[in-house]
């Protein structure tokens, strides 16, 4: 089993940044890639960026890429979400989610991950 605790969501202005903490318990986390979810209000579960078990691979969704960084850092266990410029569309519930695999399009769907966090709210006011 992984647990996986999101934190560091909240509200912020449009164009504000905001970094997105996921720490995991549980298993050895450098064996899992890491992958950051989001779900908007009457929107499906989205695919935002993954990252593989040392972090030399990443990948990020077309509507985020360029302003979002995903990284980790395995010595703590977490794995981070950097958000930049920030705009209302990207007001959701951010999940962070580990699975053992990596490659398009194994690591952008929601139904390969085997373990989820709790989600945490990003709320961009404009």
């Known amino acids: 089993q992984v647990q996986l605790v999101e934190s560091g969501g909240g509200l912020v202005q449009a164009g504000g940044s905001l970094r997105l903490s996921c720490a995991a318990s549980g298993r050895t986390f450098s064996n899992y890639c890491m992958g950051w979810f989001r779900q908007a209000p009457g929107k499906e579960r989205e695919f935002v960026a993954a990252i593989s078990w040392r972090g030399t691979n990443t990948d990020y969704a077309d509507s985020v890429k360029g302003r979002v960084t995903i990284s980790r850092d395995n010595a703590k266990n977490t794995v981070y979400l950097q958000m930049n410029s920030v705009h209302p569309d990207d007001t959701a519930v951010y999940y962070c989610?580990?699975?053992?695999?990596?490659?398009?399009?194994?690591?952008?769907?929601?139904?390969?991950?085997?373990?989820w966090g709790q989600g945490t709210q990003v709320t961009v006011s404009s």
């Open positions: 989610a580990a699975t053992t695999g990596w490659g398009r399009p194994w690591h952008t769907s929601q139904n390969n991950y085997g373990y």
